[in-house]
């Protein structure tokens, strides 16, 4: 697993994809964490219907389920790439099989909307983190509300 984590850091996505064919080749068992480390391979890589393609070959092994973790690498890629209808439809997924997104996710999501300039939608995720039980605002979601906010001069938004 190590192998690929490192192929796919140093933007080699296909040798990651290579290597992952061939250990199921050799009979090994694949895991959520295998998978999971060649869906980061291909979102280091800007490689996001790659990654979607994996996500639904997990999804389809009743022993290598997607969890936060993979949704989290999937949704931090769409941020980047300013894919947020796919941001949408990831979370909807997640809420399907009772995934909770964590304050990282929430945070990665509420700070790409804000550079997006899209301060509606950064409000509806810093009132889910506010109503969630789970996923609490922290230092770095106000951190990132007072920076976009600020830097925007949006003063009266960042106050409420």
Same mark, same amino acid.
């Not at 790409?112 to 230092?139: C, I």
């Given at each position: 697993?190590?192998?690929?984590?490192?192929?796919?850091?140093?933007?080699?996505?296909?040798?990651?994809?290579?290597?992952?064919?061939?250990?199921?080749?050799?009979?090994?068992?694949?895991?959520?964490?295998?998978?999971?480390?060649?869906?980061?391979?291909?979102?280091?890589?800007?490689?996001?219907?790659?990654?979607?393609?994996?996500?639904?070959?997990?999804?389809?092994?009743?022993?290598?389920?997607?969890?936060?973790?993979?949704?989290?690498?999937?949704?931090?890629?769409?941020?980047?790439?300013?894919?947020?209808?796919?941001?949408?439809?990831?979370?909807?997924?997640?809420?399907?099989?009772?995934?909770? @997104?964590?304050?990282? =996710?929430? #945070?990665?999501?509420? $700070?790409?909307? !804000?550079?997006? &300039?899209?301060? /509606?939608? %950064? +409000?509806?995720?810093?009132?889910?983190?506010?109503?969630?039980?789970?996923?609490? @605002?922290?230092?770095? =979601?106000? #951190?990132?509300?007072? $920076?976009?906010? !600020?830097?925007? &001069?949006?003063? /009266?938004? %960042? +106050?409420?």
């Amino acid at each position: 697993m190590k192998l690929l984590v490192l192929l796919g850091r140093s933007g080699q996505p296909g040798q990651a994809c290579q290597l992952f064919d061939e250990m199921l080749e050799e009979g090994l068992d694949p895991t959520a964490e295998l998978y999971t480390a060649l869906v980061a391979a291909c979102c280091k890589s800007n490689l996001i219907d790659k990654a979607f393609t994996i996500l639904e070959q997990m999804k389809s092994l009743p022993l290598c389920q997607p969890d936060v973790y993979t949704y989290s690498i999937l949704i931090k890629a769409c941020v980047d790439a300013c894919r947020f209808e796919l941001v949408e439809s990831l979370y909807e997924e997640m809420a399907e099989r009772l995934i909770i @997104p964590n304050t990282v =996710t929430q #945070n990665i999501v509420l $700070s790409g909307y !804000g550079k997006a &300039g899209k301060y /509606e939608d %950064m +409000e509806k995720v810093l009132s889910r983190m506010l109503e969630s039980t789970t996923s609490k @605002p922290d230092v770095w =979601t106000m #951190n990132t509300i007072i $920076s976009l906010f !600020g830097n925007e &001069g949006q003063i /009266e938004m %960042m +106050e409420r």
